[in-house]
């Protein structure tokens, strides 16, 4: 469902110097799958997303989801993301049934299969008591449960989430939580960016870490234990973005440091 | 769903975003509704009270010594009792001796004066001199010279009148009845004058002078806050990348938003000029404008007034977007709005000088224009032209500023804080080597070039008498080869744009250029009748029969070879490397094939001024449009170019042919129709000469050339 070939994305800089924020990665997630991206600030998780969900063309490398190429044909391509951002950032003078309606419209829907679809998202995401209060009276995590429904309004068969539980409460980190392994079993293919490491650990059914934008491993929990020795993620990942065990698997690139966080 | 109900979704949205913003409504709404009037009419009123309390004012008035003070009471009080000025309305003197010094005056004292009398001859009187000491920083001090010198000028009138009545009773010519009338003497001149203007235009002379700049201004203003709160606002908020997200063009999305801004312009600008009319209406404004004129709104000219706004309103919120584009932040893009603020404040005060007219390089000066069009519709003494040159040019320059700002909008650096800086786009080093240039590039040349040609055009066109073949030879130097060959190759070179691709320098295939003769040679007729058909609808200006009435004998007169090369040949070959080569290419890009083509031809036809040649000029841009592009190839189309216009300015030269074409004694030949021995044929060959541009290529294989373009294009703006 998603595939990335070899993608690079370098930015211009005033200075003359290019920034390589993405230097070469691939990777494939598949339907009813949930892919992490998992690395520290700077790795080049979002440049990636970006790239994948067409708002960004890649300096090099391919692209495809569900079977269309995001250089391409982006518009196409997205209609079959539902890309929640990393930013919670909504409208703050609409409520978010309006604002629901309305990525519903964008996306092509019709009146009565946005009502039908928007009505289901306010159920499953526990979302009556505020459907109808201004998103600017929202709080965090009200925010990020409209910020869901929209990416989920066109009901995507592809989901791509930047970092969907950053700053939440225990409950609604898990309803969230919950949410997304329930799009898992609807055969979604799903790719998220975290730095939460138990959370990826928990959710994810395979893992690629991320260090100064190249993939230094990827596997599911068991694989990247066998080949590290470590039990817990959290070393895994430690001992790989580490000195000098990391750069045996795969040597950083020479540029600078990341932009994108 | 279909692109036009999606951009109606996103235009729907931001528009209850923006009115559900309180502080839109108290921008949009509340200042001019309340603050308006109430600025106006108090400003007006403190106005009128301030000078009328300043003039009935008492004033010190100090003296050197008593005697004087007595002469002083008494030149007043005489002087009073000759001025029918009503007692409240006039300023009295407490006459005071002392010795203030000068630069003291003003609180406590506003004047010091000193009398003198100068000798006269017998039977006048002695002169009075009289020297008023004022404090010019001073308003106090100042009313009060100028009301005393009024009073002192009224003592003299009164002297006069009463020295003049003496002499005239004793005058040995006259044996006049009673009291002399001094009159006689002193108006033997009395002047009238009677304007000729109608009450509305009179009514709108007075509306004229401010609601023109009210209505630019406000549009420009409203915009700005929509502008900033779709832009850097949806940045700042972090709901730009879910947008960009969905599956709209970005295009749809940028055109949604513009439309907003410039509805939300044009509702202000509606609402302030109702404001303002109902402010000098109702208020008794109009008494201290307009001189007790009536004052009427010409709602005539609304109609036409809305129009031009509505390209003027895209213009400005075009502008606006482009420029809040690369703000981060709210404070940011409010920075960057000033400027503009500034900057469009500068033509429109220039065009509200009474001196200044719509006519010459005023027509295409941007925000200028507006205001002096607008006026003159509101004094009902518009041409046509001007309002054709002013809503074209407008539309220009709105085109040019929408396809920048989209394109702005659409850059990474621009759309993502952290995707590199903006700076990035504007350094030539970082340029990547690309076909043809954006749609964006190309209309905003043009943009930039219509002001600077119809400059160049209408300055050497007024040198027309004084030598014909100079005025061609200066066009052709700096208009064609200048302005229309030499610019575009220097900017396609300087933006690392392929020249050969761009201007479509590679060899067409043989067919194309019979294709070309056929249509060089026929392309004259159907011009020339369309051009008849025109006159019959529309009646030709006189702006153009003076033009034809100037250059026929000129062109007459002048040798054949430089009659062709400086109005056939340059002219072809500069065109077509403008229109068919750089615009034609760049719009393409961004547009499918007929609609470039035309744009590209209603281009070419409002960068020829006259008004009556714009129709049949863009016709031809059509037909010259379509042989480039099925030709793959400029040069074909500069042969039919070159044919054509040697075709119609040489062929009166020959009386033969004149003959032939039935146009002898016809004395205005321009506007009568070809015999059908002429037009039969040239249909025929006209019709063949398409077709065999027609058959050149089949449309799937360049749009794929055309799609092939684009992808390489994509490629090389992500850098």
Known sequence: ?261 | MTRYTRVGAIYRKELINILRDRRTMIAMVVIPVVLYPMLMLGFVRAMEGDLLQLRSQRFVVEVDDEQTAGQLRRIIYAAQLSDDTPAQERAAFDVQVGRTPPEQLGEAVQLSVSLGLIHSPEPFPPRLTVELTYNEIDVRSRTAMEQLSAVLNCYGDAMTRRLLAELLVDHPRLHMQGTPDVDLVLNPVEVRSVSSATERQRGGWALGQIVPIILVLMTITGAVYPAIDLTAGERERGTLEALLATPVPILHLVAAKFLVVATVGLIAAVINVASVGATMHFGGLTRSIAEHLPVQFPAGALPIILLCMVPFALLSSAILVAACSFARTFKEAQNYVMPIIILALIPAVAATLPSARLGGILMVLPVGNMVLLTRELFQQTYTWTQVVVVLLSTTLYAMAAVAVAARLFGQEAVLFADAGSYKTLLQRRLFRPVPTPTASQALLLAALLFPATFYANSLLVDTLTEGFIRTMTWLAIVQFAGLFLLLPLGVAKYLKINVLRTFRMQLPPARAWLAAILLGASSWVIAHEFFVLQARVITPSEALKAFNEQITPQLAASPVWLVVFLMAIVPAVCEEFLFRGFLLSGVASGLPKWSAILAVSAIFGIFHFLIDRMPVTALMGVVLGYLCWQCRSIWPGILAHGMQNAFSTMLTRFPRAVDWLGLTGAGDEVFSHLPARVLVPAVIVFSAGLGIAASLRSSVSWSHMRRRGRRHRCRSDSG
Not at chain 1, 149 to 166: F, K, S, Y
């Open chain 1, 1 to 261: 469902m998603i595939e990335a070939h070899d993608l690079v994305k370098t930015f211009p800089t005033p200075a003359g110097r290019e920034k390589r924020a993405v230097a070469g990665i691939s990777f494939r997630v598949a339907g009813g799958e949930i892919y992490g991206l998992l690395g520290p600030n700077g790795a080049g998780k979002t440049t990636t997303l970006r790239i994948l969900s067409g708002l960004m063309t890649p300096t090099a490398g391919r692209a495809v989801v569900n079977g269309t190429d995001v250089v391409r044909d982006p518009s196409r391509a997205r209609r079959s993301i539902g890309f929640l951002t990393a930013n919670t950032g909504l409208y703050q003078r609409l409520t978010p049934r309006e604002l629901l309606s309305y990525f519903g419209e964008l996306n092509g829907m019709d009146r009565p299969a946005i009502r039908g679809r928007v009505g289901a998202l306010i159920d499953w995401l526990d979302m009556h008591d505020f459907a109808d209060a201004r998103c600017g009276a929202l709080s965090t995590g009200q925010r990020q449960r409209t910020n869901i429904a929209r990416a989920l309004v066109a009901d995507p068969p592809i989901l791509i989430m930047d970092e969907p539980t950053l700053g939440l409460d225990v409950l609604t980190n898990r309803l969230i939580l919950d949410f997304i392994r329930r799009e898992r079993e609807l055969g979604k293919a799903i790719l998220l960016s975290t730095h939460y490491l138990d959370e990826a650990e928990a959710l994810c059914d395979r893992i690629g870490l991320l260090h100064e934008g190249r993939l230094v491993a990827e596997g599911d929990m068991p694989t990247l234990r066998e080949r590290t020795g470590f039990d817990r993620l959290t070393d895994v990942f430690l001992h790989l973005a580490g000195d000098s065990p990391a750069r045996a698997i795969a040597p950083p690139p020479d540029g600078p440091e990341d932009p994108a966080s």
